[in-house]
C-alpha cells in the first residue's frame, strides 16, 4: 500500500482533470458529502471521484474496491498534514510557486501549448494556478512530514542481501524495459545588446516607482515571473538559503520599503523591494526581466551541437570528453550521464521521461547520438541538447548483480513502510477519526475503522 501512495501523491495534479465543484444532483438533491474526518481535517466524496479521475487518467487500475483504496490513501496523507500542522511544519510561498510553475511546465509539454492547456481546463494559466494552490500546499507539507518520519533510515548491503532473499520467486520483481542515457545540453548566450536592453528598462521600471508608482501594478504588467507577477511580485516568507545567493543577499539588507539597485541572477535582472522580516525569512515583492534569445543565436547554438555531434560520431572525441568539455548542464562532470530524478539511479523506465524526449531516444540505437533538439534548464531558460543512449535494458527478473540499486530501493521503501506503520499506529490513539457509514465495509490497509468515533 505504502508504495501505491507514493504512485498516487506523485501523479496528483500533474494531469488532473477539471472537476468543478462536484457537486451531484438528482431531482436536485445534493449528494457530495464528508466521507472521513482525520483530526481537524475533512475528506469530502468529491475529492475521491477528482483522485479516482487523476490515478485512471494515468492508467493505474484500481481494482474493484478504488474508494476504498483512495479514502485510505487520503487518510493518510491528511493525518500527516494535521501532524504538521501541530509540529508547525511550513513551506514557502517561493516553494509552492515553484512547484506549480514545474507542473504546468510538464503539463504543457504533453498537451503541446499552453493555449491548449487552457482550452483543455477552460481557465487561464493564472487561474489554474490559483486552483492548484491550497492542494499543492497540503501535498508538499505532508510529504515533508512523511520525510521527517523516515529521514534517518539507511540499509546497508547485508540487509539489502537478505530482503532479496527472502522474496519468494513470484515476489521477485521484473524490471521493466529501461535507458540509461547522456546529455551534452548547451545554454545559448545571451547578446550584449539584449542585457543592456533589459537593464535599461528594468531602470526604468526603477525609476517609476521611485517617483511614486505602485511596485505591485508594475509587477504584475511586466515581470517575466509569471507565478509571483500575479500576486503583485510578492514571494511570501522564505527563509536563508531558498533563494539564489545574490537574490538573498539584498532581500536581507534592505529595510522594508526600500527598492533595491538591479540585481543580477541565473533567473534573470531582478528589482527587489523587502516587505517584512522576521529573523531569518523575509517578504519581498521582486520585479523580473529576462533577457531574450535572438533565433540567430538559437541557431549557432544548434549548429555548435551538431558540429560537436559529428565529432564524436567520426571518433574525434568520445562524447563522455565532449561532455565535460562542452557541456553547461551539471552532468557535465559525470561525461554527461543523466540521472533518474525520481529514483536517484541513471536508469529510466519510458513513463520517466519527458515525452518529447522518449519521442527522440527510442528511435536511437545503443551509441548512437540525436540531432540537436530544444529542451529548458531548471529553472525554466532555453538550451540545446544532444542526447544518446548508453544502454537498453531488457525486461527481465531483478537480480542483484544487474540491478543491484532498484533492489536497494525496495529494501529501503519497505524499511520505511514499517516505520510509517508504528508511525500512523501512535498516532491513531491520540488523533480524531471518523469514517462514514458507506465506507465502514472497506479493508483498509491502516487501522481507521478501529479508532473511528
Not at 438528482?26 to 475529492?47: C, F, P, R, T, Y
Not at 524495459?177 to 536592453?197: F, G, T, W, Y
Not at 525496495?410 to 469514517?435: D, F, G, H, N, P
Amino acid at each position: 500500500m505504502y508504495h501505491f501512495i507514493r504512485i498516487i501523491a506523485a501523479t496528483a495534479l500533474v494531469l488532473a482533470l477539471k472537476t468543478g465543484s462536484w457537486v451531484y444532483a438528482q431531482d436536485k438533491v445534493v449528494i457530495d458529502h464528508i466521507v472521513a474526518v482525520v483530526g481537524n481535517n475533512a475528506i469530502l466524496k468529491s475529492e475521491l471521484i477528482e483522485q479516482k479521475i487523476n490515478v485512471e487518467a494515468q492508467g493505474i487500475n484500481l481494482g474493484s474496491d478504488p474508494y476504498c483504496i483512495l479514502l485510505d490513501d487520503l487518510m493518510y496523507q491528511k493525518l500527516l498534514y494535521n501532524q504538521a500542522m501541530i509540529d508547525s511544519v511550513e513551506v514557502s510561498d517561493s516553494e509552492i510557486e515553484m512547484e506549480i510553475e514545474r507542473r504546468l511546465r510538464f503539463f504543457i509539454q504533453q498537451i503541446g501549448s499552453r493555449e491548449r492547456l487552457e482550452e483543455y481546463y477552460g481557465q487561464t494559466v493564472d487561474e489554474l494556478r490559483e486552483e492548484f494552490w491550497d492542494p499543492i500546499r497540503e501535498q508538499i507539507i505532508s510529504q515533508r512530514m512523511e520525510g521527517r518520519i523516515t529521514r534517518n533510515l539507511t540499509i546497508t548491503p547485508s540487509e539489502v542481501m537478505a530482503f532479496f532473499n527472502s522474496l519468494s520467486d513470484d515476489e521477485i520483481p521484473i524490471v521493466e524495459s529501461e535507458l540509461s542515457l547522456a546529455k551534452i545540453m548547451i545554454e545559448p548566450p545571451v547578446a550584449a545588446e539584449e542585457v543592456d536592453a533589459v537593464v535599461e528598462r528594468l531602470e526604468g521600471y526603477r525609476q517609476r516607482i521611485m517617483e511614486g508608482e505602485s511596485f505591485r501594478t508594475l509587477a504584475i504588467m511586466y515581470s517575466d515571473d509569471a507565478g509571483s507577477a500575479r500576486r503583485g511580485g510578492e514571494l511570501g516568507f522564505v527563509r536563508r538559503g531558498e533563494l539564489h545567493p545574490e537574490f538573498e543577499a539584498v532581500a536581507f539588507s534592505l529595510e522594508p520599503g526600500e527598492v533595491s539597485d538591479i540585481v543580477e541572477t541565473r533567473s534573470g535582472y531582478h528589482i527587489i523591494k523587502p516587505i517584512e522580516r522576521r529573523g531569518e525569512e523575509v517578504n519581498v515583492r521582486h520585479l523580473l526581466l529576462r533577457p531574450r534569445i535572438s533565433p540567430q543565436v538559437e541557431e549557432q547554438t544548434k549548429n555548435k551541437l551538431d558540429s560537436i555531434r559529428t565529432a564524436i560520431m567520426s571518433e574525434e572525441i568520445s562524447f563522455r570528453e565532449a561532455a565535460r568539455e562542452f557541456s553547461d548542464h551539471r552532468t557535465a562532470r559525470s561525461g554527461g550521464i543523466m540521472v533518474n530524478p525520481y529514483t536517484g539511479t541513471t536508469r529510466f523506465k519510458t513513463d520517466e521521461l519527458d515525452p518529447n524526449l522518449f519521442f527522440v531516444v527510442d528511435r536511437l540505437e545503443v551509441g548512437e547520438i540525436s540531432r540537436p533538439m530544444q529542451t529548458m534548464t531548471e529553472d525554466g531558460d532555453p538550451a540545446f541538447q544532444i542526447v544518446t543512449v548508453r544502454e537498453r535494458i531488457e525486461p527481465h527478473p531483478a537480480n542483484l548483480q544487474q540491478d543491484y540499486d532498484f533492489i536497494k530501493q525496495m529494501a529501503l521503501e519497505k524499511k520505511k513502510e514499517e516505520k510509517v506503520r508504528r508511525w500512523v499506529q501512535s498516532r491513531l490513539k491520540s488523533t480524531y477519526i471518523s469514517v462514514h457509514e458507506d465506507y465502514r465495509d472497506c479493508h483498509f490497509d491502516f487501522n481507521w475503522l478501529y479508532h473511528s468515533q
